[in-house]
Nanobody, 121 residues
Framework: QVQLVESGGGLVQPGGSLRLSCAASGSIFSLNVMGWYRQAPGKQRELVATQTGGGSRNYADSVKGRFTISRDNAKKMVYLQMDSLKAEDTAVYYC???????????????WGQGTQVTVSS
């Protein structure tokens, strides 16, 4: 079983910064893509940023130049540095990982429980 645990959410003023962290644990053979999604009130969950095991990054247009995803493969962690935050960034942020587990090393999709980010003055 795989568990993803997020931390770092909270309340911040517009223009401020937050850093989200996510730690993966459990019966993990390998981690493939890891990333972050978010869901604002009344909206569907949307991709924020992802990073492959090889280091390739992908960002939503709305966060390019403001957010930075990174990962530490040895620690099985992924991070999201959020700068120049805007009110429209307010959402629940979810950690995501594609993980190979078990005897057959099948790949499954895993999600954290989410952490609230609120940008308000």
């Amino acid at each position: 079983q795989v568990q993803l645990v997020e931390s770092g959410g909270g309340l911040v003023q517009p223009g401020g910064s937050l850093r989200l962290s996510c730690a993966a644990s459990g019966s993990i053979f390998s981690l493939n893509v890891m990333g972050w999604y978010r869901q604002a009130p009344g909206k569907q969950r949307e991709l924020v940023a992802t990073q492959t095991g090889g280091g390739s990054r992908n960002y939503a247009d709305s966060v390019k130049g403001r957010f930075t995803i990174s990962r530490d493969n040895a620690k099985k962690m992924v991070y999201l540095q959020m700068d120049s935050l805007k009110a429209e960034d307010t959402a629940v942020y979810y950690c995501y990982a594609a993980v190979r587990t078990g005897l057959l090393r099948n790949e499954g999709n895993y999600w954290g429980q989410g952490t609230q980010v609120t940008v308000s003055s």
